[in-house]
T-cell receptor, first 110, second 112 residues
C-alpha cells in the first residue's frame, strides 16, 4: 500500500517559533509537494520538489522554506511562525501523474 | 496562479440519488485531471482520473466527464451513500510543470 506519512496530526506552536513539518513517502517518488488547506480557499501549493536537493516555489511560498536531503523525506519549515500560518498542511508525493496525500497536520499558531 | 474552481460549495442529496459535482478549470494546456475525496480529519484520497484525450471515464459508481471546449469537469456519483459524504476536489495537472492545482472543494451531504 502506498504511504505518505506526516509526522504530526496536530501541533500547537507559539508566534515566532521555528516549526518543522516532516513528510515521508515510501513509494520512491521523484516529486513531493506541500500544500496548505484553508476554508474556502482549497489547497494552495507552498513548495514542491522534483528531486533530492531540488525545490521550486509554489503559489504561496512566503514565510516558508523546505528541505529535501533524501528522496523519501520532504520537510516544510516555518522560520518564524505567525498566526496567519494557522492551517491544515498536506504533504503529497507523485510520479508522473496521480498524487498521494498524507493525513495532514493541523497547525495552530498562538 | 492557475484557477480551478467549483460551481457549488455545498451539495445536499438524498441517499440513493445520483450526485453531480462540477468543476471549471482555466488552463487549456492541462492534460490530466483528478477527483479527490476528503473525509473529515483525513487527507485527500484519489477517486478517479481522466486524461485530456478522453471525454468520459467510469469507475465503480463514479463517472468523470471532461468537456475541453468549455473547460469543464464533472464527477457523477451513482446511488449516493452516506459514506460518500465528504469534500470533493478537482485537480488539474499542467504538462512540464508537473504540479497540481486544486479547486476550493465541494461539500457533499448525503441525507438518509
Amino acid at each position: 500500500d502506498v504511504k505518505v506519512t506526516q509526522s504530526s496530526r496536530y501541533l500547537v506552536k507559539r508566534t515566532g517559533e521555528k516549526v518543522f513539518l516532516e513528510c515521508v513517502q515510501d513509494m520512491d517518488h521523484e516529486n513531493m509537494f506541500w500544500y496548505r488547506q484553508d476554508p474556502g480557499l482549497g489547497l494552495r501549493l507552498i513548495y514542491f520538489s522534483y528531486d533530492v536537493k531540488m525545490k521550486e516555489k509554489g503559489d504561496i511560498p512566503e514565510g516558508y522554506s523546505v528541505s529535501r536531503e533524501k528522496k523519501e523525506r520532504f520537510s516544510l519549515i516555518l522560520e518564524s511562525a505567525s498566526t496567519n500560518q494557522t492551517s491544515m498542511y498536506l504533504c503529497a508525493s507523485s510520479f508522473l501523474s496521480e498524487a498521494f496525500f498524507g493525513q495532514g497536520t493541523r497547525l495552530t499558531v498562538v | 496562479g492557475e484557477s480551478v474552481g467549483l460551481h457549488l460549495p455545498t451539495l445536499s442529496v438524498q441517499e440513493g440519488d445520483n450526485s453531480i459535482i462540477n468543476c471549471a478549470y482555466s488552463n487549456s494546456a492541462s492534460d490530466y485531471f483528478i477527483w479527490y475525496k476528503q473525509e473529515s480529519g483525513k487527507g485527500p484520497q484519489f477517486i478517479i482520473d481522466i486524461r485530456s484525450n478522453m471525454d468520459k471515464r467510469q469507475g465503480q459508481r463514479v463517472t468523470v466527464l471532461l468537456n475541453k471546449t468549455v473547460k469543464h469537469l464533472s464527477l457523477q456519483i451513482a446511488a449516493t451513500q452516506p459514506g460518500d459524504s465528504a469534500v470533493y476536489f478537482c485537480a488539474e495537472n499542467i504538462p512540464h510543470f508537473n504540479k497540481f492545482y486544486f479547486g476550493s472543494g465541494t461539500k457533499l451531504n448525503v441525507k438518509p
